[in-house]
């Protein structure tokens, strides 16, 4: 098991930048895949970004260029470094972790707005 709490989410213009993080219980040295997911309102929730314990990054398609994510295993941090925020970025954004099932943060709020 492993718990996930995710923070840095908030009100941001078009254009601008937000750096998300997710804070697990226990160590995520061991976990291969760790990544974000968002969910519009409405809509599905969708993969915006992963990472494996390698450090290979993997992004959909409408954030490559401008959202990169990485990880600390001695911190037990996932971040998400999200530049040019667009108003179709705005979504709950949710941590996940693949560790003997899947496990999901609470989210927290990505509002891209003038």
């Known amino acids: 098991q492993v718990q996930l709490v995710e923070s840095g989410g908030g009100l941001v213009q078009p254009g601008g930048s937000l750096r998300l993080s997710c804070a697990a219980s226990?160590?995520?040295?061991?976990?291969?895949?760790m990544g974000w997911y968002r969910q519009a309102p409405g809509k599905q929730r969708y993969l915006a970004a992963t990472?494996?314990?390698?450090?290979?990054?993997n992004y959909a398609d409408s954030v490559k260029g401008r959202f990169t994510i990485s990880r600390d295993n001695a911190k037990n941090t996932v971040y998400l470094q999200m530049n040019s925020l667009k108003p179709e970025d705005t979504a709950v954004y949710y941590c996940h972790a693949r560790s003997l099932g899947d496990h999901w943060g609470q989210g927290t709020q990505v509002t891209v707005s003038s």
């Open positions: 990472i494996t314990t390698d450090g290979i990054a």
């Open positions: 226990r160590s995520i040295a061991s976990i291969y895949f």
